[in-house]
């Protein structure tokens, strides 16, 4: 069966590829739905990444946060018709005590393999997990959220101090999803949000405190941290972090970013830090996922990052969903109709 796969063969220029997808394997069949763009495909798009990644890298599809509906499932897993979230990560040889997204021959879609803007998606079933009764809009964004439930296991075993006050650097996406989740998950910590847009702040309600990262209280501290800015933004927020932060906290890393970031590691070691970086996620974490949003007045509260929807009927399409992308400060989710 021919399958169409739009990708990126070049910064900004998309071309459409036919491959041969299988029917007769023990794969998933699924066709596309609604997809989200992330801060790693744009960089992607607009060539922000170095020449020597982008040669190696594409051609490929772009896009690794998507749902869709299931046409096909030869191992009888899921139902036709079935919403279900695809899972980008395939891992590769199973190592004691790493997990499945570090492992060094793991794959991910849309880094160096084709992500999801495919008229249909092939899967093993362990890649693939139900999203029945969550809206397709908001379902259409669970890996980003996945990675959050992922830095929260990685958290949880690292922490050697009680937990009274979390803080959290950043106030975009990431940062608005990794504050919600701690708040779910713990109920009863103090949690401080700490940004530099008034605007962005005021949409974290359920938090306990905001401030403006220029105009923290002296006496300010938290136990733990989650650093969610990225860019030249990693460099202010961690080291404000260790200013700050109790003593033997932990700090949770996901920003990215393209250099190198000093750190005041002086401090780390006087105080007993511990840093741990935390990227991409695994099944469980979707799996967690879908359980959030089916919470009470969870997936409402996601609702408000995903700030555009626009629907893609063409080529052409695409590069107004990135363009609109560009100007969007939180998630852009697309309705796809290739």
């Known amino acids: 069966m021919i399958n169409y796969v739009y990708q990126l063969i070049k910064p900004r220029t998309i071309t459409v590829k036919y491959k041969n997808l299988a029917t007769d394997s023990d794969r998933v069949i699924i066709r596309p739905e609604y997809m989200s763009i992330c801060h790693a495909d744009q960089r992607y798009y607009k060539g922000e990444r170095d020449a020597a990644v982008l040669r190696k890298k594409l051609p490929m599809a772009l896009i690794h946060e998507a749902m869709g509906r299931v046409v096909c499932d030869p191992t009888g897993t899921f139902k036709v018709g079935e919403k279900v979230i695809m899972i980008p ?24 393999y084709d992500g999801f803007m495919r008229e249909l998606v092939d899967l093993p079933a362990d890649r693939v997990v139900s999203c029945e009764g969550v809206d397709p809009t908001i379902a259409a964004i669970s890996e980003f959220i996945s990675v959050v439930f992922h830095a929260a296991d990685r958290f949880e075993h690292a922490r050697q101090t009680d937990l009274h006050s979390i803080g959290v650097w950043g106030d975009g996406g990431l940062g608005y999803l990794v504050a919600l989740v701690l708040k779910y998950l713990y109920p009863h910590a103090q949690l401080n949000v700490i940004g530099l847009d008034e605007t962005k702040l005021s949409r974290f309600t359920f938090a306990d405190k905001t401030y403006n990262s220029t105009a923290l209280p002296e006496d300010f501290h938290v136990d733990h941290a989650f650093e969610c800015c990225g860019g030249a933004g990693c460099y202010y927020a961690g080291n404000q972090i260790i200013d700050v932060i109790n003593p033997q906290g932990t700090v949770v890393l996901m920003g990215v970013s393209e250099k190198e970031v000093p750190l005041n590691t002086r401090m780390v070691l006087e105080r007993g830090l511990t840093l741990v970086g935390s990227s991409r996620s695994d099944r469980v974490d979707f799996e967690n996922v879908v359980k959030f949003l089916r919470a009470p007045g969870m997936a409402d509260r996601v609702s408000r990052i995903v700030t555009e929807v626009t629907e893609v009927k063409c080529i052409d399409d695409i590069h107004d969903a990135f363009s609109l992308d560009q100007t969007n400060p939180f998630k852009t989710v697309i309705k796809w109709s290739i």
């Not at 990560?89 to 160096?112: M, Q």
């Open 89 to 112: 990560n395939v891992p590769g040889t199973p190592v004691e005590k790493t997990y499945p997204n570090y492992l060094r021959d793991s794959k991910f879609c849309s880094s160096g």
